[in-house]
């Protein structure tokens, strides 16, 4: 999940809320499904939220919500735009595999570092989301007052342009350097370069916009230090490119609501597509950006009071539409209807219940009352479960702290980092399930195996004192063409002891524990796996049938997550154990 950075001096000044404690804020921002998850070393208060609601990446979108929570705004807000003076014209040399360019101008911006570092990390977490970690859209911001605009003719608008350049082309200075480099000396010599070189990797050439002084950004790569943004700049060029004419237009779309709460005007760009460029079918060759157009869904009275177990009188629902930011009228014929205006801001409004949610929250879910549903039957736990919470019994009695984690993770955390290589025959090592859109580089994929979780979490956690016993009872999942889905879906007991004295008798005392709770028999027979210590692993077999893996973590793995102490682990089938 995305973690957000706030400072609360900010959200009291953008909110108006000056007497507001830290201690209401968090109350309030978990009202709307923040959770707070610590703070920095400079004192800023971290929350974590759910990936959908990408509006809420910034201070300033988070002090929306609070504003509109506390009842202080109303309805659809959309910014005021001053007409074009700016053009960004698309040439045909654009590569084909990043076609597509938005942006906008932002007049009479009040910047100073607190903002700075907001919209900078604004940036990069739309980066690491709705951009698909820069691949499916990049987000450029300049000073405006560092853009020379190169006329097309006399009495024209100001224009920059997005074209192609040849890797060994023409120079700039990129941010964090003091030399001039071509594209491709940035993708050899610069850090960031570096780090995002597979991005324009086996393109002939690269993506590049231009002013009258030449090459200024290298998108998606980095921007040039000519137009590097300080807190002493006041009106700004932000320009997108992707794969995506929607994605990046939304995401221009996010950044400029954010810079319109800190005072700046929006002004729109014309952008021009020339002939032969992959201008996007649904818009056109010519198009004025950023585009606040509003959205528009519907949703019925019943859906709403059958989902949420409320009854409403119809402006009581348009009075929560209104408290969540959206708008919304109603017809009386027959069922009732709810016509609904969505900000151009929202973009995770695709189903009517999505509406239904914004409803539930302005309510406040707190305030629903459970009951039961009208069904003839009372539900009660599934077999697999009463087993799960009997083997949670198990190890939380052997000392160990149970763990709920993520199932989604990425192939650096559930392969790269634990040595193990996909599609080998190693526990964990099959070939994973994907995300084919995912919205973070955090979570590409669905775990192969459990122990990588409990590995990250020891990570996280090197500042708390030893020893910490954590185990896990959840859910692993790889591809298997012999299953109908094409993939096999498990549950898994994972176990780690890290502490000083951790050793492999010590992990495997353990699991003889769980395994004598439950009658089952017990076998470790010497094997090999890359994330466990040559000699000091074996396999984990339960009444004959091999279904899991013991041993020392390797130093390797212990070195990449930083810890200094040993760890022991073990992680099994939990269906071994069911009689």
């Not at 090459?215 to 921007?223: A, C, E, G, R, T």
């Not at 402006?315 to 151009?344: H, K, M, N, Q, W």
């Not at 009352?369 to 697999?384: F, L």
């Not at 780690?496 to 353990?510: I, L, N």
Request: proline share 5%; hydrophobic share 35%; charged share 30%.
């Amino acid at each position: 999940m995305p973690v957000v950075d706030i400072d609360t001096d900010e959200l009291r000044g953008l909110t108006g809320r000056t007497d507001t404690t830290d201690a209401e804020f968090k109350e309030d921002l978990f009202g709307l499904g923040l959770e707070f998850e610590g703070e920095t070393d400079d004192g800023l208060l971290q929350f974590e939220f759910a990936p959908d609601r990408l509006d809420r990446l910034s201070v300033e979108g988070v002090a929306r919500s609070l504003r509109y929570h506390y009842g202080d705004d109303r309805g659809v807000y959309v910014p005021e735009t001053n007409d074009p003076e700016w053009t960004i014209e698309v040439d045909e040399s654009v590569p084909d595999e990043r076609p597509y360019v938005t942006g906008a101008v932002i007049r009479g911006v009040d910047l100073d570092e607190s903002a700075l570092d907001s919209l900078i990390q604004l940036q990069e977490k739309l980066h690491a989301t709705m951009g698909r970690g820069r691949a499916k859209g990049a987000i450029g911001i300049h000073d405006l007052a560092m853009v020379k605009g190169a006329p097309l003719q006399e009495g024209a608008e100001p224009s920059i342009t997005y074209r192609g350049v040849e890797p060994e082309g023409d120079t700039f200075v990129p941010l964090d350097a003091n030399d001039e480099l071509t594209p491709a000396a940035v993708l050899e010599e610069h850090d960031t370069g570096q780090k995002y070189a597979d991005l324009v990797e086996g393109l002939d050439r690269y993506p590049a916009i231009y002013d009258e002084l030449g090459l200024f950004s290298f998108p998606p790569v980095i921007n040039g230090k000519r137009t590097e943004v300080t807190a002493g700049s006041r009106e700004l060029l932000v320009e997108l490119t992707g794969t995506d004419q929607w994605t990046i237009d939304r995401m221009c779309n996010i950044v400029c609501y954010a810079l319109s709460a800190r005072g700046a005007t929006v002004e729109e760009v014309e952008v021009n597509y020339a002939d032969g460029a992959a201008a996007p079918d649904e818009y056109g060759a010519e198009l004025v950006r950023p585009n606040f157009d509003t959205d528009e869904k519907s949703v019925t009275h019943d859906r709403i009071e059958t989902l949420l177990g409320v009854e409403f009188e119809p402006e009581e629902v348009v009075d929560c539409f209104e408290r969540a930011g959206l708008d919304a009228s109603y017809t009386l014929d027959g069922d009732v209807t709810y016509e609904v205006e969505i900000p151009p801001y929202r973009v995770d409004v695709l189903h009517p219940l999505d509406l239904v949610d914004d409803v539930g929250r302005a309510y406040g879910f707190d305030e629903l009352e459970p009951r039961y549903p009208d069904v003839g039957t009372v539900g009660g736990r599934h077999e697999r479960s009463r087993l799960e919470d009997a083997v949670r019994t198990s190890l939380v009695g052997l000392g160990f702290e149970d763990l709920l984690n993520f199932h989604m993770t990425s192939g650096t955390e559930n392969y790269d980092r634990m040595n193990v290589e996909p599609g080998t025959a190693v526990l964990g090592g099959g070939d994973p399930v994907e995300i084919t859109e995912p919205y973070s580089e955090e979570y590409t994929q669905l775990r192969t195996w459990a122990l990588p979780s409990l590995v990250m979490l020891l990570e996280r956690n090197t500042h708390n004192a030893y020893p910490q016993d954590v185990a896990e009872v959840g859910f692993v999942a790889e591809r298997d063409d012999a299953e109908n889905t094409n993939v096999a879906e498990r549950r898994r007991v994972a176990g780690a002891v890290a502490r000083r004295d951790a050793s492999y008798e010590a992990a495997k005392g353990r699991l003889q524990a769980v395994c004598d709770d439950f009658g089952a028999e017990l076998a470790t027979p010497r094997t090999e796996h890359p994330s466990f210590i040559d000699g000091r692993t074996a396999a984990v077999e339960i009444d004959g049938e091999r279904v899991g893996v013991i041993g020392e973590v390797h130093p390797a793995v212990l070195v990449e997550h930083d810890l200094e102490v040993p760890v022991a682990a073990f992680e099994f089938d939990l269906d071994a154990l069911r009689k």
